[in-house]
């Protein structure tokens, strides 16, 4: 089945496609659902994914069957009915796609209750046994404080892990799963998140222990400075009031990584929320981990009014110049017109 038939049978059950290369973007009408970019749909098989339930990817069959509510075969052949149809059974099952491992929870008991190293960082015991992290002492975790990462069904299917020695060359964090596809630590903080209607985006499980340790617990974590379009997609679905990218505020440094990925990632998500939910503010050290309880205070006084939409004005010169770099990959005038909000310097 070409795409030119299956854009076809699409359009003919109602679904609004938007083109977006290799795959359509389009509500789950089959729901009811209104969000235009829920469902992704691969143009070459037909496969797809629904990102607000974070279903697995799924056949085209399976989605024309839920659309039209039946279990018919035949009736489901009119619509796909074609020479093709030996093809599109042999096209799906030879399509790649990256599937989940998911992971006993009894792995965690060979995690060692060592909590010195964040200890000393002013991380609880409390809030450790919380996020179930401990110290692995084999494996491809070994000697990492190990963090395990959950999925929306509450199993396993990934983990962070951070190195503990200082004198290791090992990159600091490395990661087992599909990163892409993590919400971290949703089961920790949805109800929070539901609750204030806001959501903190930070790049570092250690910023998120930090925060909780500090009271904020409406807490996501991005495992970089690249927000993932599982992120959005979750983002999109819970639809909070506000979302305050607090990426790491590296002011020292030439070129601030972490406020340049702030305004990237404003920018990226003001094409799917109402840039007037999303605000940047960040730490008000090098990332959270660095601030104590004094620091915490400053930072939150400091949010109030950047709510107030009183933003610094360093980061308006700094959108200005990513926009002139980045001139025919985006609009900049829209976003220029956008960042008016941020009119005054809050320091």
């Given at each position: 089945?070409?795409?030119?038939?299956?854009?076809?049978?699409?359009?003919?059950?109602?679904?609004?496609?938007?083109?977006?290369?290799?795959?359509?973007?389009?509500?789950a009408?089959?729901?009811?659902?209104?969000?235009?970019?829920?469902i992704?749909?691969?143009?070459?098989?037909?496969?797809?994914?629904?990102y607000?339930?974070?279903?697995?990817?799924?056949?085209?069959?399976?989605?024309?069957?839920?659309?039209?509510?039946?279990?018919?075969?035949?009736?489901?052949?009119?619509?796909?009915?074609?020479?093709?149809?030996?093809?599109?059974?042999?096209?799906?099952?030879?399509?790649?796609?990256?599937?989940?491992?998911?992971?006993?929870?009894?792995?965690?008991?060979?995690?060692?209750?060592?909590?010195?190293?964040?200890?000393?960082?002013?991380?609880?015991?409390?809030?450790?046994?919380?996020?179930?992290?401990?110290?692995?002492?084999?494996?491809?975790?070994?000697?990492?404080?190990?963090?395990?990462?959950?999925?929306?069904?509450?199993?396993?299917?990934?983990?962070?892990?951070?190195i503990?020695?200082?004198?290791?060359t090992?990159?600091?964090?490395?990661?087992?799963?599909?990163?892409?596809?993590?919400?971290?630590?949703?089961?920790?903080?949805?109800?929070?998140i539901?609750?204030?209607?806001?959501?903190?985006?930070?790049?570092?499980?250690?910023?998120?222990?930090?925060?909780?340790?500090?009271?904020?617990?409406?807490?996501?974590?991005?495992?970089?400075?690249?927000?993932?379009p599982?992120?959005?997609?979750?983002?999109?679905?819970?639809?909070?009031?506000?979302?305050i990218?607090?990426?790491?505020?590296?002011?020292?440094?030439?070129?601030?990584?972490?406020?340049?990925?702030?305004?990237k990632?404003?920018?990226?998500?003001?094409?799917?929320?109402?840039?007037?939910?999303?605000?940047?503010?960040?730490?008000?050290?090098?990332?959270?981990?660095?601030?104590?309880?004094?620091?915490?205070?400053?930072?939150?006084?400091?949010?109030?009014?950047?709510?107030?939409?009183?933003?610094?004005?360093?980061?308006?010169?700094?959108?200005?110049?990513?926009?002139?770099?980045?001139?025919?990959?985006?609009?900049?005038?829209?976003?220029?017109?956008?960042?008016?909000?941020f009119?005054?310097?809050?320091?």
């Amino acid at each position: 089945m070409d795409k030119d038939k299956i854009q076809e049978v699409l359009t003919s059950l109602g679904y609004t496609l938007s083109d977006k290369g290799s795959y359509w973007q389009t509500s789950a009408i089959f729901r009811g659902g209104d969000n235009k970019t829920a469902i992704q749909i691969y143009k070459d098989t037909g496969i797809w994914k629904d990102y607000v339930q974070q279903t697995p990817y799924m056949p085209f069959e399976k989605l024309l069957k839920i659309t039209l509510k039946t279990n018919d075969d035949s009736l489901i052949k009119n619509y796909i009915k074609t020479d093709c149809d030996f093809d599109f059974e042999r096209r799906t099952s030879e399509k790649k796609i990256e599937m989940e491992k998911i992971y006993p929870e009894s792995s965690l008991s060979r995690l060692l209750p060592h909590y010195k190293f964040y200890n000393d960082r002013g991380i609880s015991t409390d809030t450790l046994k919380l996020f179930k992290g401990g110290l692995a002492t084999e494996g491809k975790m070994f000697q990492r404080f190990v963090f395990p990462i959950f999925n929306s069904d509450n199993k396993i299917h990934g983990f962070s892990g951070r190195i503990m020695s200082k004198s290791s060359t090992a990159p600091k964090w490395k990661h087992v799963g599909v990163k892409s596809k993590w919400i971290y630590p949703h089961n920790l903080s949805l109800n929070e998140i539901q609750k204030k209607q806001e959501v903190i985006l930070v790049e570092s499980i250690g910023d998120v222990l930090s925060l909780f340790e500090n009271g904020y617990k409406n807490i996501l974590c991005t495992f970089g400075l690249e927000i993932s379009p599982s992120l959005i997609s979750y983002l999109v679905g819970v639809n909070p009031k506000k979302i305050i990218i607090s990426f790491n505020n590296d002011k020292l440094s030439k070129n601030n990584a972490g406020k340049n990925g702030a305004i990237k990632n404003f920018l990226k998500l003001q094409k799917f929320l109402d840039n007037q939910k999303i605000y940047i503010h960040l730490p008000t050290k090098n990332d959270f981990g660095e601030m104590n309880s004094e620091d915490f205070t400053e930072w939150s006084n400091k949010l109030l009014k950047v709510e107030k939409q009183e933003h610094d004005l360093n980061i308006i010169n700094d959108v200005n110049k990513i926009l002139r770099s980045e001139q025919g990959k985006s609009s900049p005038k829209s976003y220029i017109n956008n960042f008016k909000k941020f009119k005054k310097i809050y320091e």
